[in-house]
């Protein structure tokens, strides 16, 4: 530091300088007015010489003190990755009041029941989010990759061809769940099952040239 014109300086450092300004302070005590180390837990360190000086009651305290990493909660899966809701403006807007209320809010869209379905992308591999219209068969989930009629498919089908473990949301209900393209016995049966809930999906089917697919969604574990 003296080269660079410093008579007097501090130290300051985090992480692994947590431990190299303390160091620093010590080596060069007549130059260093001051140290600051963040995020470094000093003490005790596990040497018995830094509990000579303490009273008994002082070390009593000590050792009723509880380590704060015995405090960390494991995280959810949405703390340790990220989701990524619909960029289409009010699909996003549904997603996250159906998320902050537990489906309270969201669940019925216009009278329609609507889940959330959460898929990796296949070119990103992030996590993605939309809220659909659903029915039920049975214990399944029946969705249509309608895309509103466009010729090319939506990106959550696209998502669940490349992988098709995904996570659901039905009200306050949150499952892993397999995710495939119904069959060519099941899917007229299927799709009347949804056009009845939603007769738009008829108009969209003529509106495209792409055979629109019926996905059937079953809850895994």
Not at 137 to 152: C, E, F, H, I, W
Request: no cysteine; proline share 5%; hydrophobic share 35%.
């Amino acid at each position: 530091m003296d080269r660079l014109g410093y008579g007097r300086y501090g130290a300051q450092g985090g992480d692994v300088g947590a431990f190299v300004s303390p160091e620093l302070g010590r080596i060069d005590a007549g130059h260093v007015v001051g140290v600051h180390a963040n995020g470094l837990l000093t003490f005790p360190s596990g040497d018995p010489a830094e509990l000579e000086g303490l009273t008994e009651a002082e070390q009593a305290r000590l050792e009723a003190q509880e380590d704060p990493m015995d405090k960390q909660v494991a995280p959810t899966r949405e703390q340790e990755e990220e989701v990524f809701d619909s960029p289409t403006g009010w699909v996003a807007k549904h997603v996250r009041s159906y998320v902050e209320t537990d489906g309270k809010k969201g669940h019925l869209y216009q009278g329609m029941p609507t889940l959330l379905l959460t898929t990796r992308g296949r070119k990103s591999g992030n996590l993605r989010r939309t809220a659909l219209i659903y029915g039920r068969d049975g214990d399944r989930y029946v969705l249509v990759a309608s895309n509103a009629g466009a010729t090319k498919h939506p990106a959550w089908y696209l998502n669940l061809l490349g992988q098709p473990n995904v996570d659901v949301q039905v009200g306050a209900d949150k499952f892993s769940a397999r995710a495939r393209t119904a069959s060519v016995e099941e899917g007229p049966r299927l799709w009347q099952r949804m056009a009845s809930i939603f007769p738009q999906y008829d108009r969209y089917q003529k509106k495209t040239d792409r055979d629109i697919p019926v996905v059937v969604v079953e809850r895994v574990g």
